[in-house]
């Protein structure tokens, strides 16, 4: 499948605004863990994903992560552009969570889209809203839901991408993703496995009784 089955608005578009995308895209492959975009020294461009999954998180001054929202097949990620948008402050730095691949937009070449294209900036603000709104669904999680909860949510959501109860995960990892202490971590898995909703083993979480997990 090519660049115009992902992008939804692709027929809107003159053929002229068409032919300045396909004249400047790019695609690229990265491996898991493969850091995209690091912050405001980067300006890489719009990321148009055809196939993989993408993280965006920001990094505290003493070093710990927090992810701000996830990225998957056909998604559109703006903040690898964040030159283009120069009201944002902090420094968001996008890394590959599996294989993938995505098309690459040049930043002024969308910018100039967007200047023409009404069906473009629209498209563009209501993503940007999206964003914004998980953006604050996560600080709302952080001051007002204990980390017991944050955990099963994550481990729910997490079993629902996978597909599977098994999940392929370390404890590191979840509190890269929740923003706290991989021994903070460890203590409510292993809590949460005496109370017989998950099983632990080195590198990997089986999700035991999920009813009981979301019901938490």
């Known amino acids: ?33 493969t850091v995209i975009h690091n912050g405001s020294i980067d300006c890489t461009g719009l990321l148009l994903i055809k196939t993989g999954q993408l993280r965006a998180y920001i990094l505290s001054d003493e070093g710990r992560e927090i992810t701000l929202y996830r990225l998957f097949d056909r998604d559109l990620c703006l903040f690898s552009a964040s030159c283009m948008m120069r009201s944002i402050q902090f420094e968001i730095i996008i890394e590959s969570e599996k294989d993938t691949t995505f098309w690459i937009i040049p930043t002024d070449v969308y910018k100039q889209i967007m200047e023409f294209s009404a069906p ?17 669904w996560l600080i709302e999680e952080i001051m007002w ?26 404890h590191e990892i979840i509190a890269n993703h929740l923003g706290t ?23 990997a979480i089986e999700i035991t009784d999920e009813k009981k997990l979301a019901l938490l």
């Open 1 to 33: 499948m090519q660049f115009a089955d992902y992008f939804p608005i692709w027929d809107k578009l003159t053929p002229d605004l068409q032919k300045k995308i396909t004249d400047n895209l790019t695609s690229r492959t990265v491996q898991k863990g």
């Open 120 to 136: 473009v900036a629209n498209y563009t603000n209501e993503i940007m809203a999206t964003r914004f709104s998980e953006v604050m």
């Open 145 to 170: 839901k204990s980390l017991d909860k944050r955990i099963a949510s994550f481990l729910i959501e997490e079993s629902a991408i996978e597909n599977t109860t098994q999940l392929k995960i370390t």
């Open 181 to 203: 202490h991989r021994e903070v971590v460890t203590r409510m898995l292993r809590y949460f496995q005496s109370e017989g909703m998950v099983k632990l083993s080195r590198g």
